[in-house]
């Protein structure tokens, strides 16, 4: 079956503005992760959602990200007035459910942000 | 939190060769899940093994398999018969089975060469 897509594949944007990321799990799967991988911190936690909801929100690094999901299935990840060192691949990845379950992840959205 | 190292930032191997990816981690919990994947150029993360740490036999998948040593909490990954399609970076991740706590912590990774 299809794997978990992820879009825009790359995102350029100017620092100040708004971005949306969006992932589309793979069916059936109930869990969701965001993830972020960036040359000087590495791949660290962001997020995760058991359906629609979001008990652990620990790992978003301010205010101005902000993540939902909905219908169980697809989420989007916002950041708001977009920083130079929100530059970064940002991955999502989705599991079947939460406590033994493998996480698969999609491609990746490549954020740059000038 | 728990803290995964990977101390090899890159390793080259032969084709054909067998080439061992180090990773150990620091935890005070008994029961987590260890795993391997592998990233290449494409970004997209792709498991290759994993391992219950209540599980004492080592998994195996194909050319990769894992030496787990719960006592020293080292977990490494063998390739065997390298082919040119690992090249890759190559990440540990640990994951608590609390079910309070369910994001992967990762290692910094270790970069792939394979030589032809």
């Known amino acids: 079956g299809a794997g978990v897509s992820q879009s825009p594949s790359n995102k350029v944007t100017e620092k100040g503005k708004d971005v949306e990321l969006r992932c589309d799990p793979i069916s059936g799967h109930t869990a969701l992760y965001w993830y972020r991988q960036s040359l000087g911190q590495g791949l660290e936690f962001l997020i995760y959602f058991q359906g629609n909801s979001a008990p652990d929100k620990s790992g978003l690094p301010s205010d101005r990200f902000s993540a939902e999901r909905t219908g169980g299935s697809v989420s989007t990840l916002t950041i708001q007035r977009t920083q130079q060192e929100d530059s970064a691949v940002y991955l999502c990845?989705?599991?079947?459910?939460?406590?033994?379950?493998?996480?698969?992840f999609g491609p990746g959205t490549r954020l740059t942000v000038l | 939190a728990q803290t995964v190292t990977q101390s090899q930032p890159e390793m080259s191997v032969q084709e054909a060769e067998t080439v061992t990816l180090s990773c150990t981690y620091d935890t005070s919990e008994s029961d987590y899940y260890l795993f391997w994947y592998k990233q290449p150029p494409s970004r997209q993360m792709i498991l290759v093994i994993r391992?219950?740490?209540?599980?004492?036999q080592n998994a195996t998948e194909n050319r990769f398999s894992v030496n787990f040593q719960k006592a020293a909490k080292s977990f490494s990954l063998k390739i065997s018969d390298s082919q040119l399609g690992d090249a890759a970076m190559y990440f540990c991740?640990?994951?608590?089975?609390?079910?309070?706590?369910?994001?992967?912590?990762f290692g910094a990774g270790t970069t792939v060469t394979v030589r032809a």
């Open positions: 991740a640990y994951r608590s089975a609390s079910s309070r706590d369910y994001k992967l912590s």
């Open positions: 391992q219950e740490a209540y599980k004492q």
């Open positions: 990845a989705s599991s079947p459910g939460l406590v033994t379950d493998t996480q698969y």
